[in-house]
């Protein structure tokens, strides 16, 4: 079936410094992928909407200049953190939709980012 | 707006119990409702779906049906096993194609 790749799968750096996460479609063209967030016992948050070749849709709230979503390809997604700080410590998600119906919803296996 | 309201866990039970996690929701319109599963260490999968009222999704032996009426989607499943230990999240899927998730609950099954 329908496989994303995310990686990386844990990441720790530096307050100020930028951190990249790559998201992959393996087997299909994704032309949508949705960037998401969760924070210790809370919901999975949409930050941004990304098609492939246009700007993304960010949501409400979300920062614009601070969380870049690049989606250059139809296989590859990136979300750039940029001058982390420690409140931006979470756990990110995409996914990618697999097919012409609503349903078909892959999910990339989360990356846990820790600000020091 | 759109919310997902699911019981917090953990759910902790013995092999071979029931297994009831609560999901109610708020949304507009006639959402799709879903179960997704995510296993230690792994993203989340789709674990079943339902599209319309009074439909019921299954697999792997969970089941659970859309009810308008009582806006919920409760997941069950007759007899756990230890392998079914994992964090399940309800969701909502709006005409607009965005998912609103629940918080997740996780599922403790011990031997």
């Known amino acids: 079936g329908a496989v994303v790749s995310q990686h990386p799968s844990w990441v720790i750096c530096k307050s100020g410094t930028s951190v990249k996460i790559e998201c992959r479609s393996l087997d299909f063209q994704a032309t949508t992928m949705f960037w998401y967030r969760q924070f210790p016992k809370q919901s999975l948050m949409l930050m941004a909407t990304?098609?492939?070749?246009?700007?993304?849709?960010?949501e409400q709230g979300v920062e614009k200049d601070k969380f870049l979503i690049n989606h250059a390809s139809l296989t590859l997604s990136t979300l750039t953190v940029t001058s982390a700080h420690p409140e931006d410590s979470s756990f990110y998600i995409c996914?990618?939709?697999?097919?012409?119906?609503?349903?078909?919803?892959?999910f990339g296996s989360g990356t846990r980012l820790t600000v020091v | 707006g759109n919310s997902v309201t699911q019981m917090e866990g953990p759910v902790t039970l013995s092999e071979e119990a029931f297994l009831t996690i609560n999901c109610t929701y708020t949304?507009?319109?006639?959402?799709?409702l879903f179960w997704y599963v995510q296993y230690p260490g792994e993203g989340l999968q789709l674990l079943l779906k339902a599209t319309k009222a009074d439909d019921k999704g299954s697999n792997k032996g969970f089941e659970a049906t859309y009810r308008k009426e009582t806006t919920s989607f409760h997941l069950e499943k007759g007899s756990v096993q230890v392998s079914d230990s994992a964090v399940y999240f309800c969701?909502?899927?709006?005409?607009?194609?965005?998912?609103?998730f629940g918080k997740g609950t996780m599922l403790l099954v011990s031997p």
């Open positions: 996914s990618a939709r697999t097919g012409a119906t609503n349903y078909g919803y892959t």
């Open positions: 969701a909502l899927r709006s005409e607009y194609s965005t998912l609103t």
């Open positions: 949304a507009t319109g006639y959402p799709s």
């Open positions: 990304s098609n492939e070749g246009s700007k993304a849709t960010y």
